[in-house]
């Protein structure tokens, strides 16, 4: 039957492969050049993890991280990479949904939508608290 | 300590622990946590946060070969997406109300299950028997390449896996780790995939469940940059590495040698957790 649709799922397939590959690579060279700033920084200080504190991190939400992303601090560089990297299996789940619509498959466009509304209702931050 | 000791004993425990937990097949959540704890000092909500981190890293990386070579049953996949990334977030935010030490207990329970786990012996469950209704309506029967043929099967007990799933996740979500064992299990055992295929799928789905449950842990200050980062990076070049000499290993006598030091590790964090060291 593959061959009368457009999109098959080895295309799917394939797609998905390079963007996880991608997304894992561009994430993990903005941590490791953040983590150089961030020792640079603070190399010579003391850790401090024995104990933990909600206050203890500054950079939490996505918005915080977005807007010090450009001030190049370590702390700042290293947690945009972190955060690439979260939304890299999320992409995923995006292109799925769009490959699946496209494929005609529309139940797997429901699933899809439903694990994406369960990660972005986590993404606004609503069940931290 | 300074922070560039630590770092640098950091990266050095996360490449071995990725390296290890990809020859082992237990994954390296599963011992960055004890390094860090035990070994460190690090507050366990600091250790969950950072191993939830190089979980994504790793089984994203691994997913991505294995999704090209067509093993991953991407319907499977997203469907049973539904159970692990509610479970995760489930997890994490029990993780939020319970004790430190309920959560070291129960780390050092799955860690020992988990290595038992990998000494077993693995059972072929597949069947032909295409008569679930839930597998035909969510079209999850599949095929997967071997030796060069087209071998496909059918799945069972669509509704037994999604309850495993969410099991599965919300432990995912309250340690920090993959929990691969049980997803494998939800997956070989109860709805009776192929291993290539429910390693994979599994696989797959971690990334997504651990991003679910690292948002929580971001948005509650556990995932510490400092920590953090040499922990996803060692963990992921070990575990890379892991996965090229796993090609060529025996890996039977390092399962079992393995199996053992995990499991004191968790008798460690159990003791630990019991007489109030958390």
Redesign the interface.
């Known amino acids: 039957m593959a061959e009368t649709k457009n999109i098959t799922d080895k295309d799917i397939q394939s797609l998905v492969g390079n963007l996880l590959r991608t997304g894992v690579y561009i994430s993990m060279g903005i941590v490791v050049f953040g983590g150089m700033i961030y020792l640079y920084e603070h190399g010579t200080e003391k850790i401090d993890y024995a104990e933990f504190s909600f206050n203890k991190v500054s950079l939490k939400t996505v918005e915080a991280i977005f807007a010090n992303v450009l001030t190049f601090k370590g702390a700042a560089v290293v947690q945009f990479g972190l955060l690439m990297l979260i939304f890299t299996p999320i992409a995923r789940v995006l292109m799925a949904i769009v490959s699946f619509f496209l494929e005609k498959d529309y139940l797997y466009v429901v699933i899809g939508l439903i694990v994406l509304a369960i990660i972005m209702a986590s993404l606004s931050g609503g069940f931290a608290h | 300590?300074?922070?560039?000791l630590?770092?640098l004993i950091v990266l050095i425990g996360a490449f071995l622990a990725g390296f290890l937990g990809s020859l082992t097949g237990l994954g390296g959540g599963v011992i960055i946590i004890p390094l860090l704890t035990l070994g460190?000092?690090?507050?366990?909500?600091?250790a969950i946060g950072a191993s939830i981190?190089s979980v994504?890293?790793t089984s994203?990386?691994s997913?991505?070969?294995y999704?090209?070579e067509?093993l991953?049953n991407?319907?499977i996949g997203?469907?049973l997406?539904?159970a692990t990334?509610?479970g995760a977030?489930l997890g994490?935010?029990i993780a939020?109300y319970l004790n430190?030490a309920y959560v070291a207990v129960i780390f050092g329970c799955i860690l020992i299950f988990s290595s038992i786990m990998t000494l077993k012996k693995k059972v072929d469950h597949t069947t032909l028997d295409y008569t679930s209704k839930g597998a035909k309506f969510?079209?999850l029967n599949g095929s997967y390449p071997l030796n060069g043929m087209v071998k496909p099967y059918a799945v069972k007990n669509v509704a037994g896996g999604f309850f495993m799933m969410l099991f599965a996740g919300t432990l995912s979500g309250l340690l920090g780790i993959g929990s691969g064992a049980l997803k494998v299990i939800a997956m070989d055992n109860i709805m009776r995939l192929p291993f290539k295929v429910s390693t994979t799928t599994s696989n797959f789905m971690m990334?997504?469940t651990?991003?679910?449950s690292?948002?929580?842990y971001?948005?509650?200050?556990?995932?510490?940059?400092?920590?953090?980062?040499?922990v996803?990076?060692g963990v992921?070049i070990g575990a890379s590495v892991g996965a090229k000499v796993l090609v060529n290993a025996k890996t039977d006598k390092l399962k079992m040698i393995f199996a053992v030091v995990v499991s004191i590790l968790a008798i460690q964090m159990i003791y630990k957790g019991l007489s109030g060291g958390f």
Request: charged fraction near 10%.
């Open positions: 300590m300074s922070v560039l630590f770092t460190l000092g690090v507050d366990i909500h600091y981190i994504i890293a994203t990386g997913a991505a070969a999704v090209k067509g991953t991407m319907r997203m469907f997406e539904i990334t509610v977030i994490a935010i939020v430190a969510f079209k990334g997504v651990a991003a679910a690292a948002v929580v971001l948005h509650r200050g556990q995932i510490d940059p400092g920590i953090a980062m040499p996803c990076i992921l």
